[in-house]
């Protein structure tokens, strides 16, 4: 049986959380306060998951750029690998809110979306 | 130009307010904003983390403002952008100016001050050393890499393990930069724990606890600081310096209301938040005056500040009802034991609603613990607390019909007592 410790994310309280998995693969987990940080013990102990935020630079815009965020979360181990993606793009103004700057980020089957309306420079 | 009320800041607290006081009637409503378009700080806080109570979803700091300039559009609220206030007088006359009017007059029958914080700067911690280039506060570091896409620095160190510190060690790592550690004087980081796990533990930046910055090195530009172990007493132990070679060095070393405003109101101040003392309704000393969000109380969740903004719009719009000012028995809020403020801090028995909810900060990190309510020296309340810091703000609520069981209180303690 292989027991880890993780500190939950997935609100501001930060339970510490105990995570063992059985020789079947079966996984319990001690210390959560709700729901959520059950799924996210469950999920750090297998495919540790995170959602990426940054930034995408705009052509003709009233900013330089516009942030962005994976619509869902994907592998950590990609977060770089997305980053690096998202560096050598551009977008053109005018971009909406929740717009989709990028349909599939390095392969996780994610899709990266505009945070911001940039408008266009007059 | 008159308008009901003014909201001084638009910002998370001042969209709020405005929508609180909608909510609440029919008054004119005018937002005041510095810059040039409204959100305050939180356009550029790019990260998630923010609705998590509000909206019960994870939302960027441009997402979740987004939201709340939809809400204020199309509920008759006027919005002025890049006006400054400059004075205002007890009479709630406001001097503002802006590039289309110059200097111009606004008389307002309430006043919701929502003007936020500033980051305390390099000025605050006495570090020697020349003036070199290449020392920021953490958000302002943040606004050149989020908003203009300028980086600070290659190599940085970042002093102070608040949000924003943490926020921007992740957020230099991706943009390429090497985030060499983040040096915290206290033994417990003031940030969130989840902040720590996502931000430094998912990158492998250090985090040294007890440490602090005793000099910095370099005349033009930062080429590297001196760390040191702090003791009990904050003090930096001889023999620990450490060396650290940098370009960059982070400040993110605490937040200080932006109160330069309120206090030409001459309101009361508390010296434990930095910002004004309020009644039950987040009313200040001056009859009229409310205050909410970051420049009353520096909060850690903007879903607390949007719930507390909300709040003082509605008493804002309620206060224009009121017909004259009378003498109203008052009943003072302590930070007793383990607690390091309230807000509010005078609770007016006669105004107050079925639930009043206090904000509070602990003054050391405390698990296991009984979070107590007293009604002069008796116990009316006790609950169990796992694990709370000073980084987290905490709350509790008072029972209108528990106090009026207890009809000779005269002051109220909340304590966070050790079990």
Known sequence: METRVFTCIRCPMGCELTASISEHGVITVKGNACIRGEQYAKKELINPLRVLTTTVRVIGGIQALVPVRTRGEIPKEKIMDGIRQLKQIQVKAPIQIGEVVVENLVDSGVAVIATKTVRKRE | ?419
Do not use: W
Not at chain 2, 79 to 108: D, H, P, S, W, Y
Not at chain 2, 164 to 190: C, D, Q
């Open chain 2, 1 to 419: 130009m008159n308008y009901d009320i003014v909201i001084i800041g638009g910002g998370p607290a001042g969209l709020a307010a405005a929508l609180g006081a909608r909510e609440s009637g029919k008054a004119s409503i005018l937002i005041i904003e510095r810059e040039r378009e409204l959100g305050g700080i939180l356009n550029q806080c790019i990260h998630t983390g923010f609705g998590l109570t509000t909206f019960n979803e994870e939302l960027t700091g441009p997402e979740y403002t987004q939201r709340f300039i939809e809400e204020v559009e199309g509920k008759n609220i006027t919005v002025m952008l890049q006006t400054m206030v400059i004075e205002i007088t007890k009479e709630k006359q406001i001097t503002a100016m802006n590039i289309e009017r110059g200097c111009f007059l606004i008389e307002a029958k309430a006043i919701v001050l929502a003007m936020g914080c500033r980051e305390r700067p390099r000025g605050a911690l006495n570090i020697p050393g020349y003036r070199p280039a290449g020392i920021y506060s953490a958000g302002t570091a943040q606004q050149y890499v989020n908003v203009e896409g300028r980086m600070p620095g290659k190599e940085v160190v970042i002093l102070g393990s608040g949000d924003i510190g943490l926020i921007m060690a992740r957020r230099l790592t991706l943009e390429g930069a090497k985030v060499k550690l983040v040096a915290e004087i206290l033994p417990y980081s003031s940030g969130l724990k989840r902040n720590i796990v996502q931000c430094l533990d998912d990158y492998q930046i250090p985090l040294r606890l007890s440490h602090t910055v005793v000099a910095i090195d370099g005349k033009d530009r930062v080429k590297g600081v001196t760390i040191a172990k702090v003791d009990e007493r904050l003090q930096p132990i001889k023999g620990t310096e450490e060396y650290i070679s940098c370009d960059t060095l982070l400040l993110s070393v605490g937040l200080i209301p932006e109160n330069e405003l309120s206090a030409m109101l001459s309101v009361t101040f508390n010296p434990s938040t930095g910002g004004a003392i309020v009644y039950e309704n987040l009313e200040t000393s001056v009859a009229g005056v409310f205050a909410c969000g970051n420049v009353l109380h520096v909060h850690d969740l903007v879903d607390n500040v949007s719930a507390e903004a909300r709040f003082a719009g509605k008493y804002a719009a309620e206060y224009l009802n009121r017909t004259m000012e009378e003498e109203l028995a008052v009943i003072p809020l302590y930070a007793g034991e383990g607690i390091r403020y309230t807000v509010p801090n005078q609770l007016r028995i006669s105004r107050l609603e079925e639930q009043t909810i206090v904000r509070f900060r602990v003054n050391k990190p405390c698990s296991n613990a009984y979070l107590c309510i007293y009604f002069n020296d008796i116990r009316v309340d006790r609950k169990s607390k796992r694990n709370i810091t000073p980084g987290e703000m905490g709350q509790i609520i008072i029972n209108k019909k528990d106090i009026s069981k207890y009809p000779k209180i005269n002051q109220i303690t909340i304590t966070m007592e050790d079990k």
